[in-house]
């Protein structure tokens, strides 16, 4: 089956150091979604992306679809305490169902 | 995007029981749904599939007389775990499909059985 690499596993940063995480894949996504998960919390959506090359910001975070649509990376500029959580790639090849990458945890201290 | 609820937040329960959980979509109508079963630093295991009006469709492994799927509306999908056990503890979580190959999730359901 399909599968996604997702890294770094973790990350432990200073607040207001940017951050990047990147998602591959062995086969083609037509849509790379970002979400992030606090602690007990269900994953909430940051970023959609659906075309190839597609570069999209929301806020501090930026993402984009990679040219080879086997790719996407996110990233998060000037990183502030609450963006404490765990960060997860997911990709959608056509059918209904996502795939998902393992995770990135992010720590950031004051 | 879609509101999800998802009820209830957190259950404990004897061994032996039942447990229903109820996932919600506020806004949007839903004809496919998504249980998810997530273990503590883990990514997201899809368990099944939700169809309104048939039959859910199971994820290898996963074993629907265990976790029965019930999505007689366009807003509302259940999963019961029925004849729960220590083996079954974990975080449950469902989610709305809207069409665009995007999924809006719960907030999840902790569930413990003793």
């Known amino acids: 089956g399909q599968q996604l690499n997702q890294s770094p596993q973790s990350m432990f940063i200073q607040e207001g150091e940017d951050v990047s995480m990147n998602c591959t894949s062995s086969?083609?996504?037509?849509?790379w979604l970002w979400y992030k998960q606090d602690p007990g919390e269900g994953p909430v959506l940051l970023i959609a992306l659906y075309k190839a090359g597609e570069l999209t910001s929301n806020g501090r975070l930026t993402a984009q679809f990679g040219i080879t649509r086997k790719d996407s990376f996110l990233n998060i500029s000037a990183s502030i305490p609450s963006d404490v959580g765990i960060y997860f790639c997911?990709?959608?090849?056509?059918?209904?169902?996502?795939?998902f990458g393992k995770g990135t945890m992010l720590l950031v201290s004051p | 995007g879609a509101v999800v609820s998802q009820h209830p937040s957190r259950v404990i329960c004897k061994s032996g029981t039942s447990v229903k959980i109820e996932c919600r979509s506020l806004?949007?109508?839903?004809?496919?749904m998504f249980w998810y079963r997530q273990f503590p630093k883990q990514s997201l295991m899809l368990m099944a599939t939700?169809?309104?009006?048939?039959?859910?469709?199971?994820e290898q492994g996963v074993e629907k007389d265990k976790f029965l799927i019930n999505h007689a509306s366009l807003t509302l999908s259940t999963l019961t775990v029925t004849s729960a056990h220590p083996e079954d503890s974990s975080f449950y979580i469902c989610s709305v499909s809207t069409g665009a190959n995007i999924q809006y999730f719960g907030a999840g359901t902790r569930l413990s059985v003793l």
């Open positions: 806004d949007f109508q839903a004809t496919t």
């Open positions: 086969s083609i996504f037509n849509t």
């Open positions: 997911a990709g959608n090849s056509g059918y209904s169902t996502l795939t």
């Open positions: 939700s169809n309104e009006g048939s039959k859910a469709t199971y």
